[in-house]
């Protein structure tokens, strides 16, 4: 069975981010998930560059940069310089997204485009050639912490089908709400790769901890 377990260092104890980094590298995550907000198109602020060459200077994971910001291409140079390997930019943010997609890949990146809980999926049809990741939005952005919204699982299946059917070997991601009551309905749907913060850095055996309950999570439902 293959997925992806991508923490995201929004839930992270900022005073300490450069040893959540390397925990979480040891612990057997997949992925880096950085949320960047810039209090406009989301109401919270969260990261910028800095922080991406931070974590790059920690850690050899691939860095998946979420950026939840209104025009993403005027800032999508300087976070492919500082070290992301993956750029995901909003459906919502971008009038122009077969350009902005291909801005991501020329600078050397992997292009990802993220749709919110309210947004039609239908226009994935028109996108999955350009794409290597799709997020599924199973909470309004914004914050950690929030619940899943079933209505993702819905979209995760429709995602599925376009991908497959356009032959495409994007990854399928979800985030929002995943811990181990809801990661296993999510990959019934078809996600593969799973971002996760609040659960993993505030479980109660810490990191590794909520990692690993993700991955048996995983594993117990998939052989029951």
Known sequence: MQYRISPSILSADLNHLG???RTCEEAGADAIHIDVMDGIYVPNITFGPNIVAACRKITTLPLD????????????????????????????????????????????????VSFNPGTSIEPLSLLADDLDLVLIMSV??????QKFIPVALEKLRRARQILDLAESEAHLQVDGGID?????????????????????????????????????????????
């Open 180 to 224: 181990a009551s809801t990661i296993y309905p999510a990959f019934e749907a078809g996600a593969r790769n799973f971002v996760a913060g609040s659960f993993v850095f505030n479980h109660p055996k810490r990191i590794a901890g909520g990692i690993q309950d993700l991955k048996d999570a995983l594993g117990a439902q998939k052989s029951a």
């Open 65 to 112: 940069v979420h950026l939840m910001i209104v025009e993403p291409e005027r800032h999508i140079p300087e976070f492919a310089a500082k070290g992301a390997d993956i750029i995901t930019v909003h459906y919502e943010t971008c009038p122009h997204i077969h350009r902005t997609l291909q801005q991501i890949k020329q600078l050397g990146a992997k292009a990802g």
């Open 19 to 21: 040893e959540a980094v």
């Open 140 to 145: 309004n952005p914004g914050f950690g912490g």
